[in-house]
């Protein structure tokens, strides 16, 4: 975390990219046949401001250097700031890089997740990792509607394999997320099975409505009191209303939703989807 390496050249050039995938380099081909998971040993990985770049950060986790920006948490949801407080950012890898790869996930409750992959092979199955990473979300937010039950909380590394690849070869996956600290630069990448704490709620989760000029991205909306107020980080805002129907997971909403890139679209009496 506290070298100060060569690569922040390249980094500046690759640009800050989250979701980033990088190719693995055929020159791995010898790699040692023993798989590994790992999980970085200490809670947390304080985020160190990267030099002459204001708002950027990096830190080295789960054996790769990751480049952190545009971080903010949810003071609705956590009025007093404290320590875990689930963040949010674009994180990437700076490139070229043949040996590490980052898959990213997000969502409202549990703030930027990622699992970093080390493997000296020539081939990864992201879509697998993915896949994992997205059951553990969805599952992390029924226990969180379901009140936060101590003794059933999802943990990550459950839901995380020690391989995704078609052959044998020497892989590391650590699963992490975004948090807040109280020291510092205030903000940490943390194991992926931190527990965050618990937000002061004051709202309620309506369920899930569909983009329906891309049926790949899903906002989730929240309201309060027949109004909706707020949606899902991957859009800028959300008014409207809701009524509730028999299905006490599923709301009626009106609702008017201005995207990420500035354009709007608006849903009138459509059903959100179940996330139970």
Sequence with gaps: MKKQLLWGAALLLSGITACKKSD?????????????????????????????????????????????SGLYY???????????????????IPGPN???????DESPTLGKTFVVTTIHQTFTDYSAVHGDLHRYVIDWKVWAESGMPTDSQPIMSNYIKSTYTGSDGNIITTSGKLITITTGSKWAIANGDYKVPKPIIAEHLLG????????????????????????????????????????????TVTVTIKRANGTTFQLTQQNTVDLS
């Design 24 to 68: 693995f380099g055929s020159n791995q081909a010898n790699a040692s046949k023993t798989i590994k998971t790992d999980v970085a040993a200490p809670n947390y990985v304080e985020l160190q401001p990267y030099p002459n770049t204001p708002g950027t950060y990096f830190a080295t986790f789960g054996e790769a250097q990751l480049v952190v």
């Design 74 to 92: 949810d003071s609705r949801q956590y009025p007093t700031f404290r320590e875990g407080i689930p963040a949010f950012g674009s994180v990437s």
């Design 98 to 104: 043949n040996i590490s790869s980052l898959v990213t």
């Design 208 to 251: 899930a409505v569909t983009d329906p000029s891309n049926s790949n991205t899903v906002y989730y909306l929240y309201g309060l009191n027949s109004n909706i107020t707020r949606i899902s980080t991957n859009a800028q805002s959300a008014t409207g209303t809701y009524t509730a129907t028999a299905n006490p997971n599923v709301n």
